[in-house]
């Protein structure tokens, strides 16, 4: 499938959910926008403040300022604080940091040199230096989306025993997936694809995660001992960049575990969390999924970045 094709089922994630939410709207680019869902009722950290190193050296589709900026300011309001990276990775520079996050990394910039973009993004050097650093006691959340993203991360995750397969996830049930969208996959308790994990049910029911939607991503898998925190089902098919179709069965779309003295998390769809929205500047198109009943992907970020840090056991 195409990046061009996959970027527009992703916008079709927002224009089905349109109706729903605001009956007159023109569809523009997807934006950035502040709402009351950034703010923090109960912060997670008042005092201590976890460095979260945001990786922006590597052709990354998604950063703290550009699609990710939600995100980057919703975990700023819970009491982490963001800094950009825009070095390649060594000991001296994943030094003092508690978390890194790595969102679509690239080997190139997609638009101006696509036949590249697929290559790895990192180093072997870099990826080992990340696989020691969360030996040591770091925490990593790593998160792929569809192709070329799954190849330009295959490296680095393969350090970790996760497998990251380069195309798009997509589901035939008409039960588990969006109307119009089969790579729009929900996740929840009724359909038990969201797994049972402290990420999932949170400190007490307040931050129980009901589910979360996906919108065209890869599948995965994780190493022995790890979570399916975003099962996928049996009727889910990877579709690769040549046409093929391939099961995906006993993959998923999410996986957590422990790695030496460090916490990972993998994700195989960057738009579940990032909180973008879809239009011209001032609308507010909910894409932490708040208006969706049986989805609370804001929550669900919340909850990744409080087990990495280790509030959740």
Not at 123 to 133: F, G, I, P, Y
């Amino acid at each position: 499938m195409k990046a061009s094709l996959v970027a527009a089922l992703k916008l079709g994630i927002i224009m089905s959910l349109i109706p729903s939410i605001m009956p007159s709207f023109s569809l523009g680019q997807e934006i950035t926008d502040q709402d009351s869902d950034l703010k923090i009722s109960r912060p997670a950290y008042t005092k201590k403040r976890p460095k979260v190193l945001f990786d922006e050296a590597h052709f990354n589709v998604h950063t703290s300022g550009g699609r990710y900026k939600r995100f980057a300011e919703l975990i700023t309001n819970d009491g982490y604080q963001v800094i950009p990276n825009r070095e390649k990775f060594q000991e001296k520079t994943l030094k003092g940091h508690y978390i890194l996050v790595i969102v679509s990394a690239l080997g190139a910039n997609r638009d101006t040199n696509p036949q590249e973009a697929g290559n790895p993004a990192f180093t072997e050097r870099e990826c080992d230096a990340v696989r020691d650093w969360v030996r040591r006691g770091g925490n990593l959340l790593l998160v792929a989306d569809h192709e070329p993203t799954g190849a330009a991360a295959q490296n680095l995750a393969r350090r970790f025993g996760v497998d990251l397969r380069n195309g798009s996830a997509m589901e035939s049930s008409r039960a588990n997936h969006l109307i119009g969208c089969p790579g729009c996959i929900f996740f929840t308790r009724t359909n038990g694809l969201l797994g049972e994990h402290p990420i999932t049910t949170g400190r007490d029911m307040s931050e129980r995660v009901p589910g979360v939607m996906t919108g065209v991503g890869l599948s995965l898998k994780g190493p022995d001992g790890s979570t399916s925190i975003l099962k996928l089902a049996d009727t889910v098919f990877d579709q690769l960049a040549s046409g093929e179709k391939i099961p995906a069965t006993g993959r998923a779309q999410g996986v957590a575990f422990k790695f030496g003295r460090g916490r990972v998390v993998v994700i195989g769809e960057a738009a579940v969390i990032s909180g973008q929205a879809t239009g011209r500047p001032g609308t507010n198109i909910d894409r932490w999924g708040r208006h969706n009943p049986g989805v609370d992907a804001r929550q669900f970020a919340l909850n990744i970045l409080h087990w990495l840090s280790g509030l959740l056991n």
